[in-house]
C-alpha cells in the first residue's frame, strides 16, 4: 500500500464525508485533483505523479453553481472505494486498497 497515496484520498474522503452519496446511480458528481491536494498535504512527489488527475466524488445532491453533462463512458476503468469516492484504475492499483468497479450512469453531471 502507497502510504502517502493513501492518506491523500482519505483526506479527499474525509471532507466530503456528508455529502458522498451511498448508493449506485447517482448522477451529481464532483471532481478533486490529487496532485493538488497532495502539493497542499506536503507530498511533492504525489503533486508532481498525479497532477491533473482527478477523484470523483459522487453527491447526494447537486450543490449551486454551473453544471456540466459528461458522458459516463469517461469513467470507464474508474474504481470505487468503500468511502465512497472514485479514481481512474491506475491510481487505486497504485494505492493497493480494496475496492470495486465505479459504474457510472450513462450520463453524469459535474458540479462546479
Known sequence: MNQKLFEVLKNISDEFRDKISDTAGT????EVDIGKRAGQMGFPDLKELYHDVNA???????VPGMKV????????NYARYDSGIAVP????????LPYKTFVANDSMILNF
Open 27 to 30: 448522477r451529481n458528481y464532483l
Open 56 to 62: 470523483v466524488v459522487p453527491l447526494k445532491h447537486e
Open 69 to 76: 453533462r459528461i458522458d459516463g463512458r469517461t469513467f470507464v
Open 89 to 96: 484504475g491506475y491510481v487505486a492499483k497504485a494505492a493497493g
